[in-house]
């Protein structure tokens, strides 16, 4: 299957920034949503069309990735995205990136939050941020 000359090792899933964050918002969100890393666009839609448009929405969609889901843990269904921003002012393929998550998103009824890993938060703002505070 794999050339003899291609070597493949385990790598880590996340950077120790966004364990951090994932951490984070996993204690923020725990009575309301599971949180899953490193999730692809399409896992989180359901595309519907007709043939040809249905493809080219799948491939526009394939290889974007997401941070951080929430999905309810009722049932099985995304409610709201995380997307961690690094760069300030970000790079034109970040703001892209970011739109095309975006578009798809809204046409699904997902939440879409932009956190910045730099920025220091405690578990209350992110419940905050994400909807889920008690003062809500």
């Known amino acids: 299957m794999l050339p003899p000359s291609v070597t493949l090792r385990p ?9 951090l964050l994932y951490n984070l918002i996993r204690l923020a969100v725990e009575d309301h949503y599971l949180v ?4 692809p666009l399409w896992s ?6 007709d043939g040809k448009v249905r ?4 491939r526009q969609i394939a290889l974007k990735q997401l941070d ?3 999905v ?8 709201q995205v995380v997307l961690l921003e ?3 002012p970000p790079q034109p393929h970040e703001v892209s990136r970011r739109q095309d998550i975006q ?6 009824g997902i939440t879409l939050t932009i956190l910045k890993p730099q920025t220091s938060y405690t578990v209350l703002q992110l419940a905050q941020l994400l909807g889920v505070s008690e003062d809500e």
Request: proline fraction near 5%; hydrophobic fraction near 50%.
């Open 11 to 19: 790598q880590p899933l996340l950077t120790d920034t966004d364990l």
């Open 36 to 39: 899953f890393a490193r999730v």
């Open 44 to 49: 989180v839609v359901s595309v519907e069309g």
């Open 55 to 58: 493809l080219q929405v799948l």
């Open 68 to 70: 951080f889901v929430l």
């Open 72 to 79: 309810h843990p009722g049932t099985k269904v995304a409610e």
């Open 86 to 88: 690094d760069g300030f």
């Open 103 to 108: 578009s798809v998103l809204q046409a699904a």
